[in-house]
């Protein structure tokens, strides 16, 4: 039973414009999110993290967004870059007790110079 | 980038032999972990420890046992590999646990035959 899901397997986008990667969770004791990218071969690179007492976190050209009636995170890449393109991994947690990352599908951006 | 070594990185057994794959660190993190990336599943959780001889099971621990017998080593081990093990294995550490980024080492890519 997947607890955190990325419906979108891949994404293509235009150097320059804005990624939107988008992840959904079930489960309503999560409060903790994090965004990892990932490139061919090596391990996952954290990016970018969000407390559920906070509705946006930014890093740079990195925005993630939390919406917790609806059980929604984004990650918001502007402006995005070829060097981008990878595998985008969302995880989330509990802040106490567990000591679980659980992690949905992955999304494959795709920056076209 | 967080002091992670796997090894081996790439290793082919047969079916029924035992495997080891070690983690080590030098960042004196609290917790590690083991996880396991499959297609269709993004990353799952094997074990993690919380200290030195300090274990848990995680989502996926079934098949697998580990160990840690220092501070900077963490080890996984397939009692009597099966194919159903073939993936790609990453090892994190983290300071604090739940609510705290982890990061993760590059990957032992494991092929049972």
């Known amino acids: 039973d997947q607890q955190v899901k990325q419906n979108s397997p891949s994404l293509s986008v235009q150097e320059g414009r804005i990624s939107i990667l988008n992840c959904d969770y079930t489960?309503?004791?999560?409060?903790?999110f994090l965004w990892y990218k990932k490139y061919p071969a090596e391990g996952p690179t954290f990016l970018i993290s969000?407390?559920?007492?906070?509705d946006k976190n930014e890093d740079g050209r990195f925005t993630v967004f939390l919406n917790k009636s609806a059980k929604h995170l984004s990650l918001h890449i502007v402006p995005s870059q070829p060097g981008d393109s990878a595998v985008y991994f969302c995880?989330?947690?509990?802040?106490?007790?567990?000591?679980?990352?659980?992690f949905g599908t992955g999304t494959r951006l795709t920056v076209i110079p | 980038d967080a002091g992670i070594t796997q090894s081996p990185r790439h290793k082919v057994t047969e079916t029924g032999t035992p495997v080891t794959l070690r983690c080590h660190q030098t960042?004196?993190?609290?917790?590690m972990y083991w996880y396991r990336q499959d297609p269709g599943h993004g990353l799952r959780l094997i074990h993690y420890?919380?200290?030195?001889?300090?274990?848990d099971k995680g989502e996926v621990s079934d098949g697998y046992s580990v160990s840690r017998s220092k501070t900077e080593d963490f080890l996984l081990t397939l009692e009597s590999a099966t194919s159903s093990q073939t993936s790609v294995y990453f090892c994190?550490?983290?300071?604090?646990?739940?609510?705290?980024?982890?990061?993760f080492g590059q990957g032992t890519r494991l092929t049972v035959v």
């Open positions: 489960n309503s004791m999560f409060d903790y």
């Open positions: 960042e004196n993190h609290r917790y």
């Open positions: 994190a550490i983290s300071q604090g646990g739940s609510g705290t980024e982890a990061f």
């Open positions: 969000i407390s559920s007492i906070k």
């Open positions: 420890s919380y200290g030195v001889k300090d274990t």
């Open positions: 995880a989330a947690s509990r802040q106490t007790g567990a000591n679980n990352l659980f």
